[in-house]
């Protein structure tokens, strides 16, 4: 990879010699390899066995997860949070493996729509929970620094499954309760 970006540097018109550049290409294959890190997670490991019987059958939240990915388009970020809710089916999920699998969907060439369906079945997958319900909110570089460049727009996505998309007070308690 770094054969590749050395010769990106040379096509945009830079001098990869140069002082400021010597060392980019390692720099930034280093950075795309952690960026890019959910394609080298499964969701067994990240859960790691952190699953726990629970006699609850009331709604989980876990609010504003930041998260940080890159969009498949253009190969830059958006980024933003993420609101995940939950009824138990018996089970319950460690708290910080909720963020953790929003990580690991989120460090892959992504689209937001994609993303936030990704950690809805994930969680109904894992947890067989009654239900799941995921909102995320992003801003897209690629619509601000390019394109039309609308600094302040946001792209709301949701994901609800099971009784979150079967149940409408149980969607109206879950959107009540991120906001």
């Known amino acids: 990879m ?32 952690y960026l890019t890190r959910g394609y080298t997670q499964t969701l067994e490991k990240v859960v790691n066995g952190a699953l726990f019987e629970a006699e609850s059958d009331d709604m989980v939240i ?33 708290v910080s493996k909720v963020a953790r699998i929003v990580d690991m969907f989120a460090r892959r060439l992504q689209v937001q729509e994609r993303l936030t369906k990704q950690i809805s079945e994930a969680l109904l997958s894992i947890l ?13 570089l690629c619509m601000q620094m390019r394109g039309v460049e609308k600094q302040h727009s946001v792209m709301t ?23």
Do not use: W
């Open 2 to 33: 770094k054969q590749q970006i050395h010769d990106l540097l040379v096509e945009m018109g830079e001098d990869p010699t140069r002082e400021g550049l010597i060392d980019t290409p390692a720099r930034v294959e280093k950075s795309l390899r």
């Open 62 to 94: 876990v609010r504003d997860i930041e998260f940080f990915s890159l969009c498949e388009h253009h190969m830059l970020p958006f980024f933003g949070k993420c609101h995940v809710g939950y009824i138990p089916n018996g089970k319950i999920i460690g």
């Open 128 to 140: 067989g929970a009654q239900g799941v319900g995921v909102v995320m909110e992003a801003q897209h």
């Open 157 to 179: 996505t949701s994901s609800m499954v099971g009784s979150f998309r079967r149940e409408l007070a149980t969607r109206n308690e879950f959107t009540r309760l991120i906001r």
